[in-house]
C-alpha cells in the first residue's frame, strides 16, 4: 500500500472551519430563542421546540466547531508529484485520489471571506469527470501549486 500524502495543509484551517461552524450555528440558536419567546405569546408554539433546538444547536455546535475541524485537519493531506496529484481526506472514511497530471485540465484558487480573513486560499485542480479540491492553503503556497501543477499538466499534455 502506498504512503500517505505528506503535505498538510495551513494549520489556520482549523480557525477558518471553526469560525464558519461558528457562523452557521447562529442560525438555528436565534430560531430556537426566538421560539421559546413566540411560545410566551402564541399557545400553537410549544416552549419544548425551542428548548429541543436549543440543545441540538449546541451539541452540534461543540462538535462541529470543537471536534471536528482537528480531525480534518489531521486527516487532510496532499502531494505533488511530477505525474499525479496524490489527495487524502476524510474523518471517519478516509478518501485517498491520484490525479493524472494528463487529465489536469485547469487549476483555480478560490478564496471567500473568510479564507481571506486568515490569508488562506483553496486550490481547485479539474478534470474532465469532476474537480478536486485542497482547501485552505496559504496564498502563496496555493499560487505556487496552481503554478506547479499548471506547468506540469502542460508538460504531461505536450509529452503525449
Known amino acids: 500500500m502506498r504512503e500517505q500524502p505528506s503535505e498538510r495543509i495551513a494549520g489556520d484551517a482549523i480557525k477558518a472551519w471553526q469560525l464558519t461552524a461558528h457562523l452557521v450555528a447562529l442560525i438555528p440558536l436565534v430560531l430556537g430563542i426566538a421560539a421559546i419567546i413566540a411560545s410566551n405569546y402564541f399557545d400553537f408554539i410549544s416552549y419544548w421546540i425551542g428548548i429541543g433546538l436549543l440543545i441540538f444547536t449546541v451539541i452540534e455546535w461543540i462538535i462541529t466547531a470543537f471536534v471536528i475541524p482537528n480531525l480534518r485537519w489531521k486527516r487532510w493531506r496532499y502531494q505533488i508529484y511530477d505525474q499525479e496529484i496524490y489527495i487524502q481526506h476524510g474523518i ?5 485520489t491520484v490525479v493524472p497530471m494528463i487529465r489536469v485540465q485547469h487549476v483555480d484558487t478560490e478564496q471567500g471571506p473568510i479564507l481571506k ?6 486550490l481547485q485542480i479539474s478534470t474532465a469527470a469532476t474537480k478536486h479540491e485542497i482547501p485552505a492553503l496559504l496564498e502563496e503556497e496555493a499560487a505556487n501549486l496552481r503554478d506547479q501543477i499548471s ?10
Open 92 to 96: 471517519i472514511i478516509v478518501t485517498r
Open 151 to 160: 506547468e506540469l499538466a502542460r508538460v504531461e499534455q505536450d509529452d503525449v
Open 117 to 122: 480573513k486568515y490569508r488562506l486560499s483553496t
